[in-house]
């Protein structure tokens, strides 16, 4: 092996079988799921990349701080031991904890945004702005032009265009943004990163305005590693170190433990100014439990204090970010569309380019994640127009110029030899893609609609189709 692909900083000490089935078994479960991967089990998945959140393997001391649980109901050592944690590494004076990321956004939307307010953000994450909007705010995209061309090649392609900021704010006035939500890294365009200086930019321009700075710290880890690597200022920091200095230009932030706290459910909300700290502990009890536990166990904030503590060490990161590049490599080495640069958590195939005889309407990359699951059981997660929602004052569907199919590597879970078969799973669909056809959507829910919503493969219908084998007949003799 290569060795810009580092062996695995861990060995195994507890193994999990997965499944293994059938072309036919695979057939009937993804026309059951509605063409859904979301709707799947996981029993029906040979891989299953559909997401690194809390599928993370903890470590075996994250498990015998399981068992030092301090059940109590308020005031749990263990919350206390998070607290400090959270204080060391990040650097926020308050913490709240919640039972994942988007009970921390759900506090912070509703704490500080009134109706008609203005949040921008560097590209919108689904339950972030879902939250937004229900508290009647406008989402408003800052992220830099390029991070929505999924071609050009950029060391931070998740910078906040500084003029995008600025224009907002002589539009709408700052006493109409309520904050301003950086993610770090962000998820929608690839796990695309954002420098330092950046960071510093924001904080900049906002604080004399005295508008705030919310990071989404989700993945605030792998930020860091490319902040280290591409970053000649801080190529001889070290990961803890940058992911303070990160942490010291936002005044807050909302946290998914399931992502680099390396837990499997977990979150928290952060803040350093007292009177918010006062009113978000005042509404955690409404939504989560007392601020001293806020939805999880005290061995589930022992976990999280524990995974805080290993994600910042740099053989654990830069394997983790060795483990997409491997992926990408092969795919591009064959030739098959995906997001450049990659990205810290992920490889997204470019669906619309993978898939390019199939109109945004018809769902190519949701009709992409369906074809990948049923060629090998690999199983991804659409990232384009179904996730993208509709505009809530037109009805229309939101189109997003990124349609993507995410396979997201789950932290410390799979091998090299693993990524293998997603590699070959991949070229075989690609050198067969113009017989897939795209699909109609038979049932939509109202909200954040990609985890429920069902499919149904378009038959052939006009004569301007080719009259090529259709994809349900394909289908249905495989
Ligand atoms: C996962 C995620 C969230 C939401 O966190 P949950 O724990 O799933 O509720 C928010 N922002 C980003 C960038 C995420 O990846």
């Known amino acids: 092996m290569h060795p810009s692909y580092p062996a695995e900083p861990y060995k195994i000490k507890v193994v999990e079988p997965i499944a293994m089935t059938t072309r036919a078994q695979r057939l009937q479960y993804i026309q059951e799921a509605g063409y859904n991967t979301f709707l799947l089990n996981s029993q029906q998945c040979y891989i299953d990349l559909l997401t690194d959140s809390g599928t993370t393997a903890m470590s075996d001391n994250q498990w015998a701080g399981m068992m030092l649980g301090d059940e109590a109901y308020a005031g749990s050592k263990n919350f206390i031991h998070l607290q400090e944690v959270v204080r060391e590494y990040y650097g926020f004076k308050h913490i709240i904890p919640t039972h994942q990321g988007r009970g921390a956004e759900n506090l912070l939307s509703r704490l500080c945004i009134q109706p008609g307010d203005y949040v921008p953000g560097n590209m919108y994450f689904t339950t972030t702005r879902a939250h937004q909007e229900l508290n009647g705010a406008t989402f408003v995209d800052i992220i830099i032009d390029e991070a929505h061309d999924s071609q050009i090649d950029l060391p931070f392609k998740g910078n906040v265009d500084i003029a995008k900021l600025q224009k907002l704010i002589d539009e709408v006035g700052p006493e109409r943004i309520p904050y301003v939500c950086v993610a770090v890294t962000v998820n929608l365009a690839g796990g695309q990163p954002v420098s330092m200086a950046n960071l510093r930019a924001v904080h900049a321009l906002c604080a004399p305005l005295g508008i705030k700075v919310m990071f989404d710290a989700t993945r605030c880890v792998e930020n860091a590693y490319f902040i280290k690597e591409r970053e000649a200022t801080h190529h001889h920091q070290s ?21 680099d706290c390396l837990v499997n459910i977990g979150g928290f909300l952060c803040m350093n100014d007292d009177e918010l700290y006062q009113r978000a502990s005042e509404m ?17 904030m022992e976990a999280m204090a524990r995974g805080i503590e290993e994600s910042v060490d740099y ?25 450049q640069p990659v990205g810290g958590h992920a490889v997204f195939l470019d669906a619309r380019q993978f898939l390019d005889h199939i109109p945004q309407d018809e769902f190519p990359a949701q009709t992409l994640a ?9 199983r991804s997660m659409e990232r384009g127009i179904v996730s993208a929602g509709r505009n809530k004052q037109t009805g229309e569907h939101h189109r997003p110029k990124l349609e993507l199919v995410r396979l997201t590597i789950p932290r410390r879970v799979y091998t090299y030899a693993h990524l293998d078969v997603v590699a070959q799973a991949c070229k075989d669909l690609y050198a067969r893609r113009h ?11 109202k909200f954040l ?12 219908q006009t004569a301007s189709r080719p009259a090529a084998a259709p994809q349900v007949a394909e289908l249905e003799t495989a």
């Open 284 to 300: 955690v009890v409404l939504f989560e439990g007392m601020p001293s536990y806020g939805g999880l166990a005290g061995r589930d």
């Open 370 to 378: 369906a074809q990948l699951y049923l060629e090998s059981g690999v």
């Open 315 to 339: 053989h654990y990161i830069h394997h983790r970010i060795a483990q997409c590049r491997y992926l990408a490599d092969q795919l591009v080495a064959a030739g098959i569309p995906i997001v």
């Open 239 to 259: 990961i803890r170190d940058i992911l303070k200095e990160m942490m010291s230009y936002a005044d807050g932030c909302t946290m998914s433990g399931k992502k």
């Open 435 to 445: 017989e897939i056809r795209g699909m109609k959507m038979v049932y939509e829910p």
């Open 449 to 460: 609609r990609f985890f429920t919503a069902r499919f149904e493969p378009l038959v052939a």
